[in-house]
């Protein structure tokens, strides 16, 4: 089992606009590729930078292939545009790990 996770930092005044944009879109464009599932969706807690609030959402895969398919297309394109909607005012990367198991 592999695990897609995405961090996203964003100015705080486009809180309300992205955790709109992430449940709205994003998430739901992930899961409808039938590859991801059960996506997690938080808030971190640490400050990167005053002003700004930060974010993770990771979903499960099966396959790191279909995980990397994903994130180098439509997740990439679907980022690409709000980060320009936003005028830059936010900034991502993404993080694929590997289960190895439960404690």
């Known amino acids: 089992m592999y695990i897609l996770n995405t961090s996203f930092h964003i100015t705080e005044r486009h809180t309300d606009r992205f955790m709109s944009w992430a449940r709205e879109t994003y998430i739901p464009a992930a899961l409808a590729t ?3 599932s059960d996506p997690l969706f938080t808030r971190l ?3 990167v930078e005053p002003g700004t609030v930060s974010f993770a959402i990771h ?3 099966r396959s790191l292939h279909e995980a990397e398919q994903w994130h180098d297309n439509e997740a990439s394109l679907l980022k690409a545009a709000f ?3 936003l005028q830059g005012e936010l900034v991502y990367f993404s993080t694929f790990m590997e289960k190895v198991g439960t404690l």
């Open 34 to 36: 039938g590859h991801l």
């Open 45 to 47: 807690l640490t400050v």
């Open 59 to 61: 979903f499960h895969c």
């Open 83 to 85: 980060h320009k909607e």
